[in-house]
């Protein structure tokens, strides 16, 4: 089993920038893939990002690409998620996820943690 735990949310007027980290515990040496889902209010649940290793490939969805930047520090087992220029169509709960497999958009992550908030006031 892997533990995600995820930090950093919190209110930010448009414009500004959050970074939001996830630190995984347990059988972490299984994990390939971390990265972000995201649910705004009465919507349904959309990916955001995702790196993969080894290699350290990312990806984003397009709604996001160009203002967020995901990253991963490998000693630490976290992910982070640097976002920038933040929209008020950009507040939703972010959950972090992980998943032994590497990244495809076909695959619903193993593993998810409980969310943070993040919300954008215009």
């Known amino acids: 089993q892997v533990q995600l735990v995820e930090s950093g949310g919190g209110l930010v007027q448009a414009g500004g920038s959050l970074t939001l980290s996830c630190s995984a515990s347990?059988?972490?040496?299984?994990?390939?893939?971390m990265g972000w889902f995201r649910q705004a209010p009465g919507k349904e649940r959309e990916f955001g990002a995702a790196?993969?290793?080894?290699?350290?490939?990312?990806y984003y969805a397009d709604s996001v690409k160009g203002r967020f930047t995901i990253s991963r520090d490998n000693a630490k087992n976290t992910v982070y998620l640097q976002m920038n220029s933040l929209k008020p169509e950009d507040t939703a709960v972010y959950y972090c996820?992980?998943?032994?497999?590497?990244?495809?958009?076909?695959?619903?992550?193993?593993?998810w943690g409980q969310g943070t908030q993040v919300t954008v006031s215009s």
């Open positions: 996820v992980a998943d032994q497999r590497y990244y495809s958009s076909r695959i619903s992550p193993a593993y």
């Open positions: 347990g059988r972490t040496f299984s994990i390939h893939t």
């Open positions: 790196i993969s290793w080894p290699g350290g490939s990312t």
